[in-house]
T-cell receptor, first 112, second 116 residues
Framework: GESVGLHLPTLSVQEGDNSIINCAYS??????FIWYKQESGKGPQFIID?????DKRQGQRVTVLLNKTVKHLSLQIAATQPGDSAVYFC???????????FGKGTMLLVSP | NAGVTQTPKFQVLKTGQSMTLQCAQD?????MYWYRQDPGMGLRLIYY???????DKGEVPNGYNVSRLNKREFSLRLESAAPSQTSVYFC???????????????FGPGTRLTVL
């Protein structure tokens, strides 16, 4: 696949560990946030989203936390598996606007 | 339900050649987008179309043109390719603009373009 991950921050974990991927967003007016997963050679895939009226949202094995005071978003993956190895992007949006602003991404490497 | 499809998957061009990247979505989405992705750079928006009949520049529009052919299709054209346009190109769509919709974008599989 293409070298999407070149020069990206990398988080290396062992299978079964919990992973936390962080993202600082830029616009205090943003009120909708998304986490995407991108596997090698594929397009980004939606994982979970959160609106600014919430500070936590849980999915299957994933939790997103939002701290609007410091403009920080995190993605927690429980019991990380080798299939979770990918690049993870956060994206921010102002509801009513069509475009998303993407972060640079973090590469997650999970070793068995 | 194929989601977002892109053609071609791979393309090699010589400097100065032209080509059109095709994108189609079958989710009846209002909005469509073209991004490029370079190593370590994340996704950068080239152009988008918030609704059928409209197009707007994104962050890196120079050297590209787009056409929103109908609600389903959004094409990206390189009139005179340059080596700096070597990249992976992703098309995306969203229901943005529909009452009550989220702005989640759905991505195609990408086109890997090399300009020699």
């Amino acid at each position: 696949g293409e070298s999407v991950g070149l020069h990206l921050p990398t988080l290396s974990v062992q299978e079964g560990d919990n992973s936390i991927i962080n993202c600082a967003y830029s616009n205090s007016a943003s009120d909708y946030f998304i986490w995407y997963k991108q596997e090698s050679g594929k397009g980004p895939q939606f994982i979970i989203d959160i609106r600014s009226n919430m500070d936590k949202r849980q999915g299957q094995r994933v939790t997103v936390l939002l701290n609007k005071t410091v403009k920080h978003l995190s993605l927690q993956i429980a019991a990380t598996q080798p299939g979770d190895s990918a690049v993870y992007f956060c994206a921010e949006n102002i509801l009513g606007y069509s475009t998303l602003t993407f972060g640079k991404g973090t590469m997650l490497l999970v070793s068995p | 339900n194929a989601g977002v499809t892109q053609t071609p998957k791979f393309q090699v061009l010589k400097t100065g050649q032209s080509m059109t990247l095709q994108c189609a979505q079958d989710m009846n989405h209002n909005s469509m987008y073209w991004y490029r992705q370079d190593p370590g750079m994340g996704l950068r928006l080239i152009y988008y179309s918030a609704s059928e009949g409209t197009t707007d520049k994104g962050e890196v529009p120079n050297g590209y043109n787009v056409s929103r052919l109908n609600k389903r299709e959004f094409s990206l054209r390189l009139e005179s390719a340059a080596p700096s346009q070597t990249s992976v190109y992703f098309c995306a769509s969203s229901a943005s603009g529909t009452s009550g919709s989220r702005n989640e974008q759905f991505f195609g599989p990408g086109t890997r373009l090399t300009v020699l």
